[in-house]
């Protein structure tokens, strides 16, 4: 086995090694931008849109189920309107108006998240940056 680091390791596997915490973190490198005070904070980066689509295809089985269960004609009033339409398009429009309105919300969520990350983002940079020193 050779002392140089870039010859590849053959053999039966080291043993883990258990080490210190307080020993590696006396090693380490401490970088300029690093300051003891600082606080990592965990930042949501995903919308979710595998689990979104789970439970929409979980939520719509029975939906379908009910609504072609409810067929009958129904009569329906708004304002001076009036008229008979079946249940089922009835629930189907409320459905579809609530999923809509539902999605519009959540992009307006979404966006101002990802304009907070992105200043988060633009804040931390301008922190790194060692102050100049007048010349």
Same mark, same amino acid.
């Given at each position: 086995?050779?002392?140089?680091?870039?010859?590849?390791?053959?053999?039966?596997?080291?043993?883990?090694?258990?080490?210190?915490?307080?020993?590696? +973190?006396?090693?380490?490198?401490?970088?300029?931008?690093?300051?003891?005070?600082?606080?990592?904070?965990?930042?949501?980066?995903?919308?979710?849109?595998?689990?979104?689509?789970? +439970?929409?295809?979980?939520?719509?089985?029975? +939906?379908?189920?009910? +609504?072609?269960?409810? *067929?009958?004609?129904?009569?329906?009033?708004?304002?001076?309107?009036?008229?008979?339409?079946?249940?089922?398009?009835?629930?189907?429009? *409320?459905?579809?108006?609530?999923?809509?309105?539902?999605?519009?919300?959540?992009?307006?969520?979404?966006?101002?998240?990802?304009?907070?990350?992105?200043?988060?983002?633009?804040?931390?940079?301008?922190?790194?940056?060692?102050?100049?020193?007048?010349?």
């Amino acid at each position: 086995m050779s002392d140089k680091p870039d010859e590849p390791v053959t053999g039966a596997p080291n043993p883990p090694v258990e080490v210190d915490p307080a020993a590696t +973190l006396a090693v380490e490198p401490v970088s300029q931008s690093a300051s003891p005070e600082r606080v990592v904070e965990r930042v949501p980066t995903g919308t979710g849109l595998r689990w979104g689509l789970i +439970l929409g295809i979980v939520l719509s089985i029975p +939906l379908v189920v009910f +609504l072609a269960q409810n *067929t009958q004609s129904v009569t329906i009033n708004f304002l001076a309107w009036t008229g008979q339409v079946p249940l089922v398009a009835v629930l189907g429009v *409320t459905v579809i108006a609530t999923i809509v309105i539902d999605e519009l919300i959540g992009l307006a969520v979404r966006s101002r998240r990802r304009k907070a990350i992105a200043e988060r983002q633009e804040l931390e940079r301008l922190r790194s940056v060692p102050p100049r020193s007048p010349t």
